[in-house]
């Protein structure tokens, strides 16, 4: 073998093609590292060399001589890393790291991180509610029986039974499906009975404000035993003081009548036991008889009537008299097409009273549409109205 080192001007020449590298030179750069890595430093140097096919061959021998002799002799670092489970791996991760920032897109800063989270929605639904008092962000969904509560401003919330809650503080939206059976104790005086379906409850533990969306709520305050009834497109404040406030229409303008067992004379002493008090009482001991006998007495010399037929009503519905409920509200015509918050509600029952009883000509329920072309049964009595007429 020759063992004297290649010249520049021999390494030009095969890099060039000029003429066949003589088999001593072929083995002589096969042995010599000096001299392989000066060839391969040359070829990097040269043009392109022109490709025809004349030259294929020399090409193709000086390529397998160089290389070959790289990865047998001297792997380095350029072959330590450049095989093949280290490209897949290479790959790989490169193809992960690409997906992350798609999909987490730009890094946010300090501040736009604050109000993502000051803009973002808060807790979702919350769990059922018991006896224990909890406080729950705004943005919580609450479901409880028939109604669903949206707490609008920080509230604590808890429940004494299935149509039982407590509100000690916090703004809550109350949607109820059916009935009117359905009561909130808040600030530790008022108990806010609901007889419509959807309406907001604001308290700080001592003032409540109370805006009716739709339907009729009645608020009984604890400690006089006044009440007012408020219907949708209504609102009022509680103060918490003997005197309130009038009440004030957060919709349309309605007339109403003088909140009835509130004194608005100088009188500040607590309302006296009236009939309507005494069959609200006997309710809470579940004696509907004696429930019943001084709602009637209300009903024919109370100062209260409209709220005492209203009582009469629901007592024949919860349990199922709806012959009686019709004939109830016929008697007292009168009450039912008078300036009352109840008329809507007592219509609302004579429909369906009407549709259990088999009534077909819908008196009541036409009745309804016609004083209350917006009202919140409006959806519902008209498709009742449409299969009876089907029928």
């Known amino acids: 073998m020759n063992t004297k080192h290649l010249s520049n001007a021999e390494l030009i020449a095969i890099c060039r093609q000029e003429g066949e590298p003589s088999p001593e030179t072929v083995e002589h750069l096969a042995a010599c590292d000096e001299c392989a890595a000066r060839l391969e430093a040359q070829l990097r140097n040269e043009p392109m060399l022109p490709a025809s096919s004349d030259h294929d061959a020399a090409i193709d021998r000086i390529a397998r001589i160089s290389f070959d002799h790289l990865d047998a002799a001297r792997p380095g670092l350029f072959a330590t890393l450049f095989t093949l489970p280290r490209l897949a791996f290479g790959a790989a991760a490169a193809l992960i790291l690409i997906a992350a920032y798609v999909g987490l897109g730009t890094p946010a800063t300090g501040e736009e991180d604050t109000m993502a989270d000051a803009d ?50 916090g703004t809550v939206e109350v949607s109820i499906e059916k009935g009117n059976d359905f009561r909130i104790h808040t600030a530790d005086r008022y108990l806010v009975r609901v007889l419509g379906t959807r309406f907001t409850l604001d308290t700080d533990g001592t003032k409540l404000a109370v805006t009716v969306a739709e339907g009729l709520v009645e608020v009984i305050d604890g400690r006089t035993s006044g009440s007012i009834a408020l219907s949708g497109g209504m609102a009022h404040t509680f103060t918490g003081e003997t005197k309130e406030t009038a009440m004030v229409a957060a919709k349309q303008p309605r007339a109403v009548r003088p909140a009835p067992g509130i004194d608005t004379a100088a009188d500040d002493q607590p309302a006296a036991a009236s009939f309507l008090r005494n069959g609200r009482d006997a309710l809470k001991t579940q004696d509907a008889t004696a429930a019943m006998d001084w709602f009637e007495k209300e009903l024919a010399s109370g100062p209260e009537k409209d709220k005492a037929l209203f009582e009469i009503v629901r007592l024949h519905e919860r349990e199922g008299r709806f012959d009686d409920i019709l004939t109830v509200l016929n008697a007292h015509n009168d009450i039912v097409d008078g300036d009352t918050v109840f008329r809507e509600e007592l219509l609302i029952k004579a429909c369906k009273a009407e549709v259990k009883t088999g009534e077909t000509a819908f008196t009541s329920c036409r009745k309804y549409l016609r004083v209350f072309p917006e009202g919140y049964k409006n959806g519902e009595i008209r498709e009742l109205l449409e299969n009876g007429d089907a029928r």
């Open 120 to 169: 973002a929605p808060a807790p979702r639904i919350a769990p059922a509610l018991n006896a224990t008092p909890r406080l729950f962000p705004v943005g919580t969904t609450i479901a409880h029986g028939r109604a669903t509560l949206l707490v609008k401003g920080p509230a604590s919330i808890a429940a004494d039974g299935a149509e039982d809650l407590r509100l000690a503080k």
